[in-house]
């Protein structure tokens, strides 16, 4: 996506004339423009000349952001979040206010309640009026920008919020005018009466107070919209400005951006880290809460990564630089949450469809509304007096404004909080989840196998079973072998070097530790050596019944058994709690692996997932998912190479940030604690952003739906009737009311789980799907496995099959009636027996 910055835009209608132009542009396939940050994002293959020639066509600037719009830099982007409106409004709002309250002085002060004044005025009506047009002039000139941009934009068409105010002000000015040029005539032929009708017809104090009115409430949006950015601004701060670096063998200090990629940087203590990199030399604590939100410091050694913004708390660390500048892991989050406010909201079509026509209509409505006056036989002062109320009382920046606003505060809090929401539609796409799908390795599970239990065999102990267990299995790479390895140096372990090693595929490994061949591996090997494996059977399959891999450990030589050692994946500490609060939200919790049905089901359990699918394969992720968005929207939690197809597939791809990097490109939110709870996290503040949305546009409908109508004076019959002054004060404060709704968002806590409230989720049984369990005999091996999942899944009535040649079952969840004959087929045409279904 290229972005752009835009200027000129004052409302909702100038950000959708500005889309519609660059939409017609040949070769853009999609363009949001955010009136909140003033920017553009662009996909596609035109030109960045044709795209900022088709905003300066409709009436606008833009230019594009950073090199060719695709990279912006931190400070390029800070510059553009920087409050620039305040000020000047400010100081419009200042000289605005001084001339006002002189006009109002004389104009009601004065003339209504005797207030003193200098002799000069006294009964010279026409100097009053005058005067009035004097001190309204100057209100005008001072905002003329309302008067440049709306005009502007009705010449070319496209009237936008600033030609409401503009045709107001100027109807009340013009109208105003006409009476002061009446009221000298009837001066001229002494027509007191006559003066005093015109005197009463004098609106310059509405044209001055409108505009006075609408820049007090522009002034309060922009400061309103600027805190909305305050968590992005936040985190651009963090940034160093400086890097103490190695360079001819002296330690120089540099700006940040001059650091290249393994130049050698020094961290003292105390100090920010400057740049991502790998610590070469020194331990220390980081404090690593500014990207991650935890506020455990993280302990680093020679080898351990760091990232740019991260505090150096206690120790010295040399670090070879990694990522640099645009490339640094703070750079890419600034890099998200813009692009995240770069983008648009699916739910902000309604309203940019009604801003599309908004300001148009209104011009209508209130030139309809002045002509059904005079035809009702009312004034002309009357009349136009309800046409200006309409113009001053309608506003569509707060229908613009009621998406853009909730998303970057949202965002803002995402990235405060460890969780990263790519776009505005992932951030609505996310609360929407009906269905969340885990991958179990790295996700529920830590990833990384590690020894739960040493049992030993009569006459040895957990030292002796470990230490040879250890021995033996020290020179295999496999992952199981490098868990026990990892466990006997924890426990400070000796451990012997072997010989004659042998890894037996499928089997386990035989070596020689001293004199004596010892060997370790599954029940079969043991059995092939002559070692009997009665003793420990029990205890080694109720350890494979929770999950765990037992292996057994044995002297060939002597063809006695030392022990059990079981391994497995470890579930993460907050799982189980983080699928209890998906859960408790209402959301179906699938869990998905590679493993067989029982070590899967026994993770499962130990989780409280609703749903186990195993034995997926790599490339079955993805038709799982797939399978799965019939029932509802689905969001696929995953961290490895292999998850990208499936978090592609998703509506919501959330990938665990410590993941591979294929798998945090492929997804739509990323947690950058790497933690599962952060996934209810994520959806909870989603469902808050999406309530706080719904709660704008309601109150940005509701307020012209009512207004309009009470300006047209819809309700005179009621006794209700509307001054223009008070219609420009209600528009001013319906902008600032939708910004500070959005900012509500800052005080919501994502972690507090009390208030959660559940949706109704489709069941299997809702969504027509079965399970059946297949017994089948013959299955060997995963080959085995593979095959017949293969041969059930060609079956179009088969959504998903689930095979184990450990259990010997298969269990398929159907999509539609299918005969059991017909699965059967399936399976023994593989050359493997059924023995019955289930």
């Known amino acids: ?90 100081r419009r709002l200042v000289w605005s206010l001084g001339f006002l309250l002189v006009l109002m002085y004389f104009s009601m002060g004065h003339m209504m309640w005797g207030w003193p004044a200098p002799a000069f005025f006294h009964g010279n009506h026409v100097a009053m009026g005058l005067l009035q047009l004097l001190l309204t002039v100057a209100v005008m000139v001072i905002n003329q920008k309302f008067f440049i941009s709306g005009f502007k934009s009705l010449w070319h068409r496209a009237p936008n919020m600033d030609t409401l105010v503009a045709l107001g002000s100027s109807a009340a000015f013009v109208y105003s005018t006409y009476a002061l040029f009446a009221m000298t005539d009837a001066q001229v032929r002494g027509d007191m009466d006559g003066v005093m009708t015109y005197m009463m017809e004098f609106y310059f104090e509405s044209a001055a107070m409108i505009l006075t009115l609408i820049t007090v409430g522009k002034m309060l949006e922009a400061r309103s919209k600027g805190r909305t950015t305050d968590a ?37 203590p105390g100090e920010n880290i400057p740049v991502d990199g790998v610590v070469v030399e020194g331990a220390s604590a980081v404090n690593e809460s500014a990207l991650t939100g935890e506020s455990v410091p993280v302990d680093k050694a020679p080898g351990d990564g760091v990232s740019a913004a991260t505090v150096n708390q206690s120790g010295f660390l040399k670090c070879r630089a990694t990522r640099v500048g645009e490339d640094t892991t703070l750079s890419q989050i600034i890099q998200m949450v813009s692009d995240a406010a770069a983008t648009k909201a699916p739910i902000a079509k309604i309203a940019d469809r009604v801003s599309g026509v908004f300001v148009p209509a209104v011009i209508a409505i209130a030139a309809v509304t002045t002509a059904v006056w005079l035809l009702l ?99 295999s790479e496999h992952p199981l072998a490098a868990a026990i390895v990892e466990e006997s140096k924890r426990r400070n372990l000796p451990v012997t070097s072997v010989g004659g090693f042998t890894a037996v595929h499928g089997r386990g490994v035989r070596a020689l530790v001293g004199e004596e061949t010892l060997i370790g591996g599954n029940l079969a090997m043991i059995r092939e050596a002559g070692v009997d494996p009665a003793p420990l059977a029990a ?13 057994f450990f044995a002297s060939e030589s002597r063809k006695t058994l030392l022990g059990v050692v079981a391994v497995a994946d470890v579930i993460k500490e907050d799982s189980p709690q983080a699928v209890k609060e998906l859960r408790n939200m209402g959301i179906r919790v699938v869990m998905l692996t590679g493993d067989n049905e029982r070590t899967a089901q026994a993770i499962g359990r130990q989780a409280g997932v609703d749903e186990v699918i195993a034995g997926v394969l790599p490339d079955g992720k993805e038709s799982v998912i797939r399978n799965l968005k019939k029932q509802g929207r689905v969001a696929m939690v995953g961290d490895g190479i292999n998850d990208a197809p499936a978090l592609t597939r998703a509506d919501t791809g959330i990938a665990i940030g410590a993941g591979a990097d294929v798998a945090v490109d492929a997804a739509d939110v990323v947690l950058m604690k790497s933690r599962l709870s952060d996934v209810p996290a994520a959806i909870r503040l989603s469902r808050a952003a999406l309530r706080n949305i719904h709660q704008n546009l309601f109150w940005a409908f509701f307020y012209n739906t009512i207004g309009i109508p009470l300006a047209m004076g819809l309700f005179i019959p009621l006794g209700l009737t509307l001054n223009p002054m008070f219609g420009a004060a209600a528009m001013s404060l319906s902008s ?43 299955m060997m091996c995963g080959h085995c496995e593979a095959r017949v999942k293969k041969a059930l899944e060609a079956l179009p009535e088969v959504a998903e099959a689930a095979v184990s040649h450990e259990s010997g079952t298969a269990v398929v969840t159907l999509s539609g009636e299918i005969s059991d004959a017909a699965l059967k087929k399936a399976v023994e045409d593989q050359d493997y027996q059924v023995t019955g279904i289930q």
Not at 736 to 742: E, K, L, M
């Open 539 to 551: 205890r080694a399959e109720a350890l494979a019944a929770e999950g765990k891999t037992p292996m």
């Open 1 to 90: 996506m290229e972005q752009y910055n835009v200027t000129g835009m004052s409302c909702a209608a100038c950000s959708a004339r500005v889309e519609k132009a660059v939409a017609k542009v040949p070769g853009v396939t999609s363009c949001s423009v955010s009136l909140l940050t003033n920017s553009m994002g662009v996909e596609g293959s035109a030109s960045a000349g044709e795209i900022i020639r088709a905003v300066e066509e409709a009436g606008y600037g833009a230019s594009p952001k950073g090199a060719g719009g695709k990279t912006v830099s931190a400070p390029e982007t800070e510059e553009a979040l920087r409050d620039h409106e305040t000020p000047v409004l400010r």
């Open 232 to 268: 992005l601004k936040g985190l651009m701060k963090l940034a160093p400005k400086t890097a103490v670096v190695e360079r001819d063998g002296r330690e120089t200090e540099v700006p940040v951006e001059q650091v290249r990629r393994d130049d050698i940087f020094l961290v003292r």
């Open 377 to 475: 036989g009312e004034g002309l002062g009357f009349a136009l007096a309800r046409g200006i109320s309409v113009l001053v009382i309608s506003c569509p920046c707060a229908l613009g404004l009621a998406t853009p606003v909730a998303i970057m505060v949202g965002s803002g809090m995402g990235a405060k909080n460890g969780i990263l929401f790519k776009t505005a539609a992932s951030l609505e796409a996310a609360g929407r989840t009906e269905i969340v799908a885990l991958d179990k390795t790295g996700t529920i599970t830590r990833g990384e196998p590690k020894v739960t239990d040493v049992i030993p065999a009569s006459g040895n102990t957990e030292e002796s079973v470990l230490t040879a267990a250890a021995s033996l299995e020290g020179p």
């Open 736 to 778: 600032f009311c939708v910004v500070s709704n959005a900012l509500r968002l800052n005080l919501f806590d994502i972690r507090d789980a009390g208030r959660d409230k559940k949706i109704r989720v489709k069941h299997k049984e809702e969504a027509n799907i079965m399970e059946k369990t297949m017994k089948i005999e013959g």
